[in-house]
């Protein structure tokens, strides 16, 4: 069983081909398919799951601080068969709809991050069309010093750099084939990647008070970052959307500086600005439920209390929301908040 002492999800409900289940950090080891749901994959933090070494789907570890209890992963779920391989080093499950992925490549001296970054991307984009599952969904990003500098140029320029490179290779189009992403400094070496592809598009998403990131201007890097705002998918009749980590930026300007009550207003106002560019239903973050969630990763963890409490003000409580200790890719943003949303 997948665990007696989690409630039973209602998984007769789920058209979807995936879908995401928070379970406590400690629950998550050793998960089993049943004639219900079989896993595509698990994410934990903070040296979470732990013996799952045997494990045949997707398995990644982010180093990261939880902020708050209680601790939980990602398990990611299907209502359908999985089969499971590996391919250049990622690991995959996948039914007739969609693939979920993850990858770890280790730290490599000799190696410079956009090389690094372009070869994991190549090796997804290669994945995905070979495969058949040639839309990119959804991309979680983890590297380490992100915000580090590296002969005048900041890390995650350098990421932004090599990302780019693969999507142009693969002819990507920027502003249809995006998949939402996070881009997270953690850990201390090696860069840590899990995604989600399909068969058919997502919509890509984009928000009206912000420039689109990979049309941001030139001061942010020499290759502007290769993300959507967010992507809406539609299996079975069911819409999920996966927002990207969201800050507080308008325009392409980070605001409210060094006020990390005021970014974490702003963005919550770029959320709303994501949600209201669906058509109905009219979608709250008062009104969300228990299938979704929003991860929330702090600089640091002095504005936790802040954070919690703004959010249960205004998010449903039903609905679960991770607090994380990580660093935010330009170095005045203090906070960012990600979600899945169905
Ligand atoms: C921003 O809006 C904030 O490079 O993949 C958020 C989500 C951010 C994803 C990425 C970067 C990325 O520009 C930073």
């Known amino acids: 069983d997948l665990n007696p002492s989690v409630p039973h999800p209602r998984f007769a409900e789920f058209d979807s081909p ?13 998960l089993t398919n049943t004639d219900q749901a079989s896993v595509l994959g698990v ?13 045949p789907y997707p398995v ?13 992963c990602e398990v990611w779920l299907s209502p ?14 996948c039914n007739e709809d969609i693939l979920f992925g993850s990858l770890y490549l280790p730290g490599d001296r000799q190696e410079s991050v956009e090389t ?20 990119l969904i959804r991309v979680w990003n983890y590297l380490p010093r992100i915000n580090g500098e590296d002969k005048g140029l900041e890390n995650y320029q350098r990421f932004c750099l090599g990302r780019y490179q693969a999507f142009t290779e693969a002819a990507y189009v920027f502003d249809q084939d995006l998949p939402a992403a996070s881009a997270i400094g ?10 989600i592809a399909a068969r058919t598009p997502g919509r890509q998403i984009e928000n009206p008070r912000q420039v689109s990131a990979y049309r941001y201007p030139l001061q942010y890097g020499p290759r502007s970052p290769s993300f959507s705002r967010a992507t809406l998918t539609e299996f079975g009749g069911e819409r999920q959307l ?3 980590g969201t800050a507080s930026i308008f325009g392409h300007e ?4 060094e006020d990390a009550a005021g970014q974490l207003r702003e963005t919550l106002i770029n959320i709303r600005a994501v949600l209201n560019e669906l058509d109905r239903p009219r979608i709250v973050l008062g009104g969300l439920g228990p299938d979704s969630m929003l991860k929330v990763y702090i600089r640091h963890r002095e504005h936790v209390g802040m954070a919690r409490k703004l959010l249960a003000e205004t998010v449903h409580p039903s609905c679960p929301v991770m607090f994380l200790q990580g660093d935010i890719c330009r170095k005045d943003l203090l906070l960012e908040i990600e979600g899945v949303i169905r």
Request: charge should be positive; aromatic fraction near 12%; proline fraction near 6%.
């Open 18 to 30: 995936i879908y995401l289940r928070l379970l406590p950090a400690e629950a998550a080891n050793r």
């Open 43 to 55: 994410i934990g933090f903070d040296g979470f799951p732990e013996a799952v070494s045997e494990a």
């Open 60 to 72: 990644l570890t982010v180093p990261m601080r939880h902020l708050d209890e209680p601790r939980l």
């Open 80 to 93: 359908r068969p999985a089969s499971y391989g590996e391919h250049r080093g990622i690991r995959y499950a």
């Open 116 to 135: 690094r970054t372009c070869r994991a991307y190549r090796a997804i984009l290669d994945l995905t069309r070979a495969s058949g599952y040639t839309r």
């Open 186 to 195: 953690a850990g201390t070496e090696g860069l840590r990647i899990y995604f």
């Open 242 to 244: 996966y927002l990207s």
């Open 254 to 257: 980070t605001v409210h500086r």
